[in-house]
């Protein structure tokens, strides 16, 4: 996430501005720039706590992040727009397939569910 966040602010800028659905209603470029603080804050908060709770809550919000730029994927594909090497719909379909593997391993690598389950229980 750090390294992906470090791109959106510096030489994969513009791919990334590629991705940014149209009717999102801020620039393109303040759209990549603030994803991008996100993605470096969400990264370095997996890399620094180790501890539960905490350490849960940062696989949630991971997820959740996850699932808020999903739209933004399946604006790619339905809009046939190219970046990152997705040049077509077959490849950017695919790409869609991938983002409920990658919330479900931000929640399972932090344990978020089990968590979650005993903080309901207590």
Same mark, same amino acid.
């Given at each position: 996430m750090v390294g992906a966040g470090t791109g959106h602010l510096?030489? #994969?800028? /513009?791919e990334? #501005?590629? #991705?940014?659905?149209p009717w999102v209603p801020? &620039? /393109? &470029?303040?759209?990549v720039l603030l994803s991008g603080a996100v993605e470096i804050?969400?990264?370095a908060a997996l890399?620094?706590? %180790?501890?539960?709770p905490r350490r849960a809550l940062a696989g949630a919000a991971l997820a959740a992040f996850y699932?808020?730029?999903?739209?933004?994927?399946i604006a790619q594909y339905t809009e046939h727009r190219d970046a990152f090497g997705l040049d077509t719909d077959t490849k950017r379909l695919a790409r869609l397939f991938f983002?409920?593997?990658?919330?479900? %391993?931000?929640?399972?690598?932090? &344990?978020?569910p089990r968590v %979650?389950? /005993?903080s309901r229980q207590a």
């Open positions: 510096t030489f #994969q800028r /513009e990334f #501005q590629a #991705q940014v659905p801020i &620039d /393109e &470029d303040l759209t804050g969400l990264g890399l620094v706590t %180790w501890k539960q699932v808020a730029i999903f739209p933004g994927n983002q409920p593997l990658l919330i479900a %391993w931000a929640l399972a690598a932090t &344990d978020a %979650w389950r /005993e």
